[in-house]
């Protein structure tokens, strides 16, 4: 698809619906669709997409300005007829290739009621791509925009439902509120938040991010971490059994990612890493437990993380796997209450030492299965976890666009095709 965008101001302007385009065009065009975003203000901003800058959309350019004051007074300025006609021939040759368009708030707010009858104008004849009203703010239900607003067009095209137009709302109160205002029954109304992108958040160095992408494991539905070397004492298989009893119990998809290198001091390591490998394959986990030292970009070339890659991926982590045999300390377990990581762990005085009553520790002896069940219970409890999985699975930017923004747009496309 060929997508339009357009708003009064687009990146790298700062705010919450410019935020919205940048993901919007940057995960669409990613995904092999043009993207053109007209806006008064802003600038190019992504490899890919074409930025086109219109001041007759935008709410600053003096003849808007003007256009708005006299506007907002509740009378139309002469020339109000002549900058819609130009505002119409301007945004038919920027968008006129377009499939489909998304304009933001234009259809609601009246921060540039000219581009409003433009886009209606267009709308209602069939000129032009299908348009998308993505709804932010509604300025008939503001009590600080009434003195604005007044009877008649053009500020009654926006308090009333246009014919042809696909209606979005980035929540469901927000949908309640647009069906109030145009007497709609909330089903009219579709709902597609703004999302969130985890490798901004977390601050991914590019290795870290590099990994995250190649293991996919934002899909996961749990990652647990053992951030360890591949040492015998470190006891790694038991964190596969436990891992392989999770998934089973629980149908999960669930990961298991080793961060550290074989121990550098026993040349047995290398042989305790490929019975690790047989193992992960006999337990069919060999798409779910990632050892970063196999994970370099250059085959046979060995990655190895630094400490404050290990501690992006604590961030990243839901709970923490310290299967060891023995062990003097335990720094991991401290690293684990710092990041707020619920921790399963062998049973070993120095973890019930430095842990106290708060990590769940188990004999080694124990069945997997009843320690997957621990974990399960523990996990199923953490209200914490539960909404990182629930912003994972439904509010990436990535998802959004996935599974709601292109449906949407498609049927956009498919409505205006059937003549609907």
């Known amino acids: 698809m060929h997508i339009g965008i357009v708003h009064y101001a687009a990146p790298p302007v700062v705010g919450g619906v410019e935020l919205t385009i940048f993901h919007h065009a940057r995960i669409l065009a990613g995904l092999g669709h043009q993207v053109t975003v007209v806006a008064g203000q802003g600038d190019s901003f992504l490899p890919g997409v074409l930025y086109q800058a219109e001041p007759l959309v935008g709410s600053r350019s ?40 998304i ?15 433009a886009v209606y104008r267009l709308s209602q004849t069939g000129e032009g ?26 500020w009654d095209l926006l308090r009333r439902p246009w014919p042809g137009v696909r209606h979005v ?77 999770v998934r089973e119990q629980s149908g999960w998809d669930a990961r298991l990612v080793v961060t550290g290198p074989p121990g550098p001091h026993n040349p047995t390591n290398a042989a305790y890493l490929a019975q690790l490998l047989a193992l992960r394959h006999d337990l069919n986990l060999d798409s779910a437990v990632h050892f970063a030292y196999q994970a370099g970009l250059n085959p046979g070339q060995p990655l190895l993380l630094a400490d404050a890659e290990v501690a992006e991926f604590y961030q990243l982590a839901d709970a923490l796997f310290f299967p060891s045999q023995q062990e003097g300390f335990g720094i991991p377990v401290l690293e684990a209450g710092l990041a707020r990581l619920p921790l399963f762990a062998t049973d070993l005085p120095p973890f019930r030492e430095s842990a106290g009553p708060w990590a769940a520790l188990f004999s080694a002896e124990l069945p997997p299965e009843q320690v997957a069940q621990t974990i399960l219970d523990v996990l199923q409890a953490d209200r914490a976890f539960q ?3 629930r912003v994972l699975a439904h509010y990436t930017w990535r998802r959004i666009v996935e599974t709601k923004v292109i449906p949407l747009l498609v049927a956009v496309i498919s409505q205006q095709k059937e003549g609907l």
């Open 169 to 245: 709302t980035v929540s469901q109160a927000q949908q309640a509120d647009l069906a109030r205002l145009y007497h709609l029954p909330v089903e009219a109304i579709a709902v597609i938040s703004p999302g969130i992108e985890p490798a901004d958040f977390y601050r991914f160095s590019s290795t870290v991010n590099q990994l995250v992408q190649q293991w996919d494991l934002l899909a996961a539905d749990c990652i647990f971490l053992l951030p360890a070397r591949i040492t015998r004492r470190k006891n790694i298989e038991l964190g596969l059994r436990w891992l392989a009893a």
């Open 62 to 101: 003096k003849a808007i300005a003007a256009a708005g004051r006299i506007l907002a007074a509740g009378e139309q300025p002469a020339n109000f007829e002549s900058l819609v006609s130009q505002t119409q021939m301007a945004l038919l040759t920027h968008l006129g290739p377009c499939d489909v368009v």
């Open 103 to 117: 304009g933001h708030n234009l259809f609601t707010l009246h921060k540039n009621l000219i581009l409003t009858t």
């Open 129 to 154: 791509p299908p348009w998308a009203a993505w709804h932010h703010d509604f300025a008939w239900l503001r009590p600080q925009y009434q003195p604005e607003l007044h009877p008649g067009e053009p």
């Open 387 to 389: 909404l990182r999985r």
